[in-house]
């Protein structure tokens, strides 16, 4: 059966999804390994350029990192990835899993965030499954 957690466990995971939302390292890699890939195959040609000066190279890295970082927070994701077309932009939101408060049914989120029940839906990861029996 699905438990709530209790408020100081959520807080923690709020925090914890904060910090995750607003890291930079996954955008770092991510343009460090995206630029030596143009560096080492020298395409498209005006890398060349931008890669005989480090300043340059450092400039670049910025920019990008700029773009893939902020993508990640207004976005969620980076742009890199998927269609930036239409509903795709903001897929986090429909995908969400909840949970209805009231009768315990995981499902997508709803406009009114009610279930068909009357519940208020929450977000699933406030709760957690305890298998009956070894509940606590
Ligand atoms: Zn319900």
Redesign the pocket.
């Known amino acids: 059966m699905w438990v709530r957690r209790n408020e100081d466990e959520i807080v923690r995971i709020e925090r914890a999804r904060r910090i995750r939302k607003f890291n930079p390292l996954p955008a770092a890699l991510l343009t460090i390994g995206l630029l030596l890939v143009v560096a080492v195959l020298g395409w498209p040609p005006p890398a060349r350029i931008v890669f005989d000066r480090p300043t340059r190279a450092i400039i670049l890295f910025l920019i990008v990192f700029t773009s893939f970082y902020l993508s990640k927070i207004f976005i969620g994701r980076y742009w890199l990835f998927g269609p930036p077309s239409g509903e795709a932009v903001f897929p986090t939101h429909s995908v969400r899993n909840m949970i209805?408060s009231?009768?315990q049914?995981v499902q997508a989120d709803t406009e009114s965030h009610l279930?068909?029940?009357g519940?208020e839906l929450e977000e699933l990861h406030h709760w957690r499954w305890v298998d009956d029996g070894i509940a606590e």
Do not use: A, I
């Open positions: 209805c009231r009768c049914t279930c068909p029940c519940g």
